[in-house]
């Protein structure tokens, strides 16, 4: 799973600099089968893989102050022990962020919730996600961004959650429905698919994304982000 947070890591850590997707995902996937094949062999190896790198990104190996003494990954990471392109990582000044508001749509169907999966040459590319669209300020938006979405006008929803991420340059709020669309016919993704709460779980999302699926395997219950 590529989301940022494992770009950077990767990059820093085998010394990739500005490495082509295609080429860290050829990287990212030696590494999750080399899991898999680890004792005890299985699929839960590499799904572990996957979180640890995610976590280690979004906490140690962080965009402008990476906690690189308590790295566990410290005496493999090139970035480490090249003090240029160490300092280069953890100083580099950055653009005033700029902030987006998007809205994400939990649509259940069955028992059932719609996702869909991001194209491969963009940002978080192959990764999966619940349908969402880049809103401005009214309250009309949601309805706006659920009729470009799916088609549908005036019907209902509930909010669920409101999730706060950065990702590169920006600072995202995403603001969380859920949508029961029964049998209501609706405009659906190219890449999209209906899935069970346990098919969600064996799908790579990005983090904000899998925090809307905390929220629904805990009940309606939101955990804490990572820190």
Known sequence: MLDGN?????????GTG?????RLWRLAEQLVRTAAGEPPQGRRNSADLNQA????????????????????LKRYCTAFRDPAQHAATSQK??????????????????????????PAKVVN????EFP??????????????????????????????????SITRYRVTLDVYR??????????????????QNQLGRLAFPSAHRRIIDYLQNDGKPQPPAS
């Open 179 to 196: 949508l029961a669309v029964g049998q209501l016919p609706i405009r659906l993704a190219a890449r999209a698919c209906w899935c069970s």
């Open 18 to 22: 500005k490495a082509s997707a295609s």
């Open 132 to 165: 969402n669209a880049e809103v401005g300020a009214g309250s009309a938006a949601c309805q706006r961004a659920m009729r470009g979405l799916f088609g549908l006008r005036g019907q209902k929803v509930e909010r669920l959650l409101s999730v706060k991420h």
């Open 53 to 72: 790198l995610m976590e280690l990104g979004a906490v140690m190996c962080t965009p402008r102050h990476p906690r690189c003494p308590a790295c566990p």
């Open 93 to 118: 000044k950055r653009a005033r962020p700029t902030r987006k508001h998007l809205v994400a749509f939990v649509a259940e169907r069955n028992g059932r919730f719609l996702v869909q999966q991001r």
């Open 6 to 14: 494992v770009t950077r890591l990767l990059s820093r850590v085998l």
């Open 125 to 128: 590319g192959q990764l999966w």
